[in-house]
């Protein structure tokens, strides 16, 4: 096991305030790692004795997947939630067969050019029932030389027989938006898990719930997810800080949609106007200096010198003709720089969102999701605003200061690696260098679909796409 024993045991416990995690890195420092954890150690018996486990996502290799599990899990129940039609199910179906304990649930994609992008895993133990939301495919090079997040919830206690269906709520009702979220598959597959999740004591859980799924969302339900969702929660729950229009906003991700000829069609208006909600007061919106908005995607040189070298490219699978549509997005580009953990050089296939005071010394909230920079994942308004359209199931975790009992209503950011035990306030573990630094003249944002071959990479390879 990764780090041994009794160094995760301890990890747990210095990392529990916040239970975010990057996955571990091959070919970095051991000191870099220290807090990390692999597939293996999540599905590990330390966590809990498995008796039924569900894995939600899109890149799913079963055969790998079913050695990352203990042999003594290996034999019980599995579902795996998944999107693929077509050629690719029947696939999966082929993968799943030497397996009688793995059963299938396909995700309905009723919208062209959906996904189901979501990353979970739903372990239930002899101990009680653990929700792991997380960044990374099923698949090993995902979880090899890449910067990944994962957000590990409370061993979550059965709650005693015969208690109400509002019982074991969080004061972030997340066990409402689970289970509203699982609904939405609109799955009988998915009905023994929903009971499952009723069963348990969710009150300890100090983070909101950020979904995403496909459909045309009117009324109330316009609200449940997408940006909509996030906008909705920071209004209620968080507090607005003075002079909020110099917070900057950042966003972090791996792969980018289409957003429109330019920044006002949805980048810098519906969108951002939701990222820049910060307590029930929304007239800073309108201020007239809007907050700065720093977007950080990989380089060229970022790929060309990572440690998988240019096939790391092959997970930001930004393209050619969508980047020559948007021409005007490259101002916003900061670039990959992550020497506060030792991942400068593991391309990120994680996403963050975070709003940062003006000295990036604290933060009013955070988000790790699996959703990228698109319509597709976070939802585009319609019909002069009276439904929300989101393609793509998308899942992932938000932190409010307010719930982890930080009066000043932010969170400090940590510096360095180095866990100051003593501190009276935990900082947050942001995975990468703040302030983010701009694009230079000559850096390019990296582009999947066409060659490199000016210069080799790390293992002395160019890139020539077929």
Known sequence: MAGGTLDKWDLLGKAQNFSF?????????????????????ILSPLFGTITASAQFNYCIDIPWLMEQYPEEFRTKPLLIVHGEQRLAKAQLHEEAHPYPNVRLC???????????????????YEEGFRVVIHTSNLIRDDWHQKTQGIWLSPLYPRLPDGSPETAGESATKFK????????????TGLNEWIG???????????????????????????????HLKLRKVLSNCSSSVANQESWPLIGQFSSIGSLGGDETKWLCSEFKESLATLGPDQRQFISLKPAPLHLVYPTVENVRTSLEGYPGGGSLPYAIDTAQKQPWLPTFMHRWSAEVTGRSRALPHIKTYMRASPDFGELAWFLVTSA????????????????????????????????????SGRFLVRRGLSLDCKAPVMPFPVPYDLPPQRYGNRDRPWIWNIPYLHAPDTHGNVWAPS
């Open 106 to 124: 396909q995700a309905k994609l009723e919208i062209a050019y959906g996904t189901h992008h979501t990353k979970m895993m739903l372990l239930l």
């Open 21 to 41: 995690y990057l996955t571990r890195v091959s070919g970095i420092s051991a000191k870099n790692n220290a807090c990390a954890l692999h597939i293996k150690d």
């Open 196 to 226: 499952h999740i009723k069963q348990h004591d969710l009150s300890l859980t100090r983070v909101h719930l950020i979904g995403s799924t496909p459909g045309r969302h009117q009324g109330n339900e316009k609200q449940t997810w997408g």
């Open 372 to 407: 990228n920079l698109s319509k597709a994942a976070w939802g585009t308004l319609e019909k002069n605003g009276f439904q929300l359209m989101i393609r793509s199931y998308e899942l992932g975790v938000l932190y409010l200061p307010e719930a982890f009992g930080m009066e």
């Open 176 to 187: 409402r938006d689970l289970l509203d979220y699982l609904a939405s598959y609109r799955s």
